[in-house]
C-alpha cells in the first residue's frame, strides 16, 4: 500500500527553527508537495521536490532525498502566524495526489 | 484572477438524503479533484475529472459520483448520506497532465458538510 508518514504535532518557539519531517512509500514518484493549512482553511501550496537536494524559498525550505522516501519542511525565524497544520503530499505514478495526516505546529511567544 | 470558488460553504443534511456540492476551477485550469477531509486528517482522493470525464478514482464507494461541465466546473454528488459522511469537501483545480505535474493544485475553501 501507499503510506506517508508526519508527526502528528510539533511545538517551537517564536523566532525559531523547526524542521517538518515526511517519510514515504508509494508506487512511483513524480514530485513532492509540502502544503500550509490554516485551522478551517484551504491547503495552500508551499514548495514542489522532484529531484535530490534542498529546495529554498524565503523562510522556508524542503529537501528530498528520493532514495530513502524522505523530505523535511525547514521553517526559520518562526512567527505566530506559522502554527498551522503542514501536508506532505507525494505524486504517485498514476500523477494521483496521496497526502499524509498532516503536522500540526503550535508556535509558543 | 478568480481562484477555485466552492458553494456553498456549510451544509446540514441528514442521514439518507442526498446532496450536490460545486467547484468552479481557477482561471486557466482544466482539471477538478475533488477530496473529503476529516477533522485532523490530511486530504483522500475522492476522484478527478479532465474533459468531462471521471479520469482517477480513489477508494470511495458508488455513492460519490460526480460531474464536469463544459466550462470545467464540476459537482460532488453524494447519495444515501451516512454520519460517516460529515467532513470538509474540498476542490482542486490544476492543468491535466505529465507536463504539468510539477504545478501545485489550488483549493477552494472547502464545503463543511454535517450529517444529522
Known amino acids: 500500500g501507499q503510506n506517508i508518514d508526519q508527526p502528528t504535532e510539533m511545538t517551537a518557539t517564536e523566532g525559531a527553527i523547526v524542521q517538518i519531517n515526511c517519510t514515504y512509500q508509494t508506487s512511483g514518484f513524480n514530485g513532492l508537495f509540502w502544503y500550509q493549512q490554516h485551522a478551517g482553511e484551504a491547503p495552500t501550496f508551499l514548495s514542489y521536490n522532484v529531484l535530490d537536494g534542498l529546495e529554498e524559498k524565503g523562510r522556508f525550505s524542503s529537501f528530498l532525498s528520493r532514495s530513502k522516501g524522505y523530505s523535511y519542511l525547514l521553517l526559520k525565524e518562526l512567527q505566530m502566524k506559522d502554527s498551522a497544520s503542514y501536508l506532505c503530499?507525494?505524486?504517485?505514478?498514476?500523477?494521483?495526489?496521496?497526502w499524509g495526516a498532516g503536522t500540526k505546529l503550535i508556535i509558543k511567544p | 484572477d478568480a481562484g477555485v470558488t466552492q458553494s456553498p460553504t456549510h451544509l446540514i443534511k441528514t442521514r439518507g438524503q442526498q446532496v450536490t456540492l460545486r467547484c468552479s476551477p481557477k482561471?486557466?485550469?482544466?482539471?477538478v479533484s475533488w477530496y473529503q477531509q476529516a477533522l485532523g486528517q490530511g486530504p483522500q482522493f475522492i476522484f478527478q475529472y479532465y474533459e468531462e470525464e471521471e479520469r482517477q478514482r480513489g477508494n470511495f464507494p458508488d455513492r460519490f459520483s460526480g460531474h464536469q461541465f463544459p466550462n470545467y466546473s464540476s459537482e460532488l454528488n453524494v447519495n444515501a448520506l451516512l454520519l460517516g459522511d460529515s467532513a470538509l469537501y474540498l476542490c482542486?483545480?490544476?492543468?491535466f497532465g505529465q507536463g504539468h505535474s510539477n504545478q501545485p493544485q489550488h483549493f477552494g475553501d472547502g464545503t463543511r458538510l454535517s450529517i444529522l
Open positions: 482542486a483545480s490544476s492543468l
Open positions: 482561471s486557466g485550469h482544466d482539471t
Open positions: 503530499a507525494v505524486m504517485d505514478s498514476n500523477y494521483q495526489l496521496i
